[in-house]
């Protein structure tokens, strides 16, 4: 079954459908963030470890998160770069 080729407006259509997919990522990922700095919050709060193992875990969190954005972000430059090519 031959498929037509993509037009400008689908592609653009895909495209944003793309960026708002990276952004639930995102989202997902900051959530993730949170309930771990969440955690280290607690497990501080009830002695069962330092306030400098807690910074430090929530640094490492923080670092995680970061790679895991720059990840999205760099997959959905990659793939939009793709889609929009004609």
């Known amino acids: ?6 037009t400008e407006e ?21 959530n993730v963030r949170r309930d771990g700095n ?7 709060k009830s002695k069962e470890i330092t306030e400098d193992q807690s ?3 929530q640094a490492e969190v923080q670092k995680l ?11 959905l430059a990659a793939k939009e770069k793709e889609i929009l090519e004609v």
């Not at 079954?1 to 993509?6: D, G, I, R, T």
């Not at 689908?10 to 990922?29: F, G, Q, S, T």
């Not at 969440?38 to 501080?44: D, L, M, N, T």
């Not at 998160?65 to 997959?75: E, K, M, R, V, W």
Request: without cysteine.
């Open 1 to 6: 079954m031959p498929v037509p080729p993509l």
């Open 10 to 30: 689908r592609r653009k259509e895909m495209v944003k459908l793309l960026k708002k997919m990276a952004e639930d990522n995102k989202i997902a990922v900051r």
């Open 38 to 44: 969440e955690g280290f919050k607690a497990r501080e």
């Open 55 to 57: 910074r430090k875990g």
């Open 65 to 75: 998160t970061d790679q895991f954005i720059s990840q999205i972000d760099g997959l």
